[in-house]
């Protein structure tokens, strides 16, 4: 990337910020903001609101000091905060119900998407190679991302195949009261084959497949104790019978951590 990516990073932070500081505290210092949700969707948009606030924002802006300061892992740990507020936003926008802070949620969404496509754009004008040589690092962490890809599949199909074939609404869908899960849709669509790319481009040592699996390990670390603290929140309301998702959860964003580290640990960066 060129010398001014630390300055444009800096400049697209800071207004994205700002933004989704106004979203969470508007939400959650105004009484019944999401009074149109159900219970069980209420809750959760409420816990999103907290993970923004005190995990999102920090980190955003951590990381954009720290690629200002031309530090090029924080590029990618960057990258990986703005996958996960564009992930996120999709769901504000998509699965909440109309509300005083749509256009905010659209121009958070738009900004987050475009300063993704920036990056990407950045990245192909700009190519870094990266590197990896300890065979273990690569393999495990490759097979990581194809068993994990499987794994989501099994778990959301096993929900919605038996729907589809009995023509009857998954029970995950009647408890939020939405059209259907955006969650799902992403993850089907979009994101797990991404997952699976990913792994396949790791195992096969392609450049981007390193540099993917920087920013999606970091959009791990914060989607699972985002998950786990939602799962947190419902077992307070009484709306989770067990403590079970927030353990795995909390478990998954240890060892995506963990290969977080070992990744930026090991990989090689070879500039043009």
């Known amino acids: 990337m060129d010398n001014n990516s630390g300055k444009i990073i800096l400049s697209l932070s800071i207004p994205l910020s700002i933004l989704i500081t106004l979203v969470s505290c508007i939400s959650l210092l105004t009484p019944d903001f999401y009074v149109k949700e159900t219970f069980n969707w209420r809750i959760q948009s409420v816990g999103q609101d907290m993970i923004d606030l005190f995990i999102v924002v920090p980190a955003l802006i951590i990381t954009a000091m720290l690629a200002y300061r031309k530090k090029y892992i924080a590029d990618l740990l960057w990258a990986g905060v703005m996958l996960y507020i564009l992930y996120t936003f999709l769901i504000y926008s998509f699965g909440v119900h109309f509300n005083r802070l749509f256009l905010i949620y659209c121009l958070t969404l738009g900004l987050s998407f475009y300063s993704l496509a920036w990056f990407i754009y950045s990245q192909i004008k700009s190519p870094v190679k990266f ?10 962490t490759g097979i ?4 994990l890809s499987f794994v989501f599949y099994f778990l959301w199909l096993s929900e919605i195949i038996p ?16 059209v259907t899960n955006p969650v799902q ?10 997952i699976f790319i990913t792994g396949f481009w790791i195992l ?9 699996a920087i920013i999606i390990l ?5 989607m699972n104790v985002t998950i786990g ?7 307070r309301k009484e709306l989770e019978s067990s ?9 998954l964003s240890l060892i995506s951590f963990v290969f977080l580290v070992w990744n930026i640990k090991h990989i090689k960066i070879r500039t043009p």
């Open 243 to 251: 403590l079970s998702v927030t353990i795995v959860m909390a478990v």
């Open 163 to 178: 729907a589809v074939i009995n023509n009857r609404v998954p029970k995950g869908v009647t408890e939020t009261g939405l």
């Open 204 to 212: 096969k040592r392609r450049p981007a497949g390193f540099s993917f």
């Open 218 to 222: 970091t959009f791990f670390v914060l």
């Open 131 to 140: 590197g990896i040589n300890k065979n273990a690092v690569v393999k495990v």
């Open 185 to 194: 849709v992403i993850d089907l669509s979009v994101f797990l084959p991404g």
């Open 229 to 235: 603290w939602l799962a947190l929140m419902m077992k």
């Open 144 to 147: 990581f991302f194809l068993v």
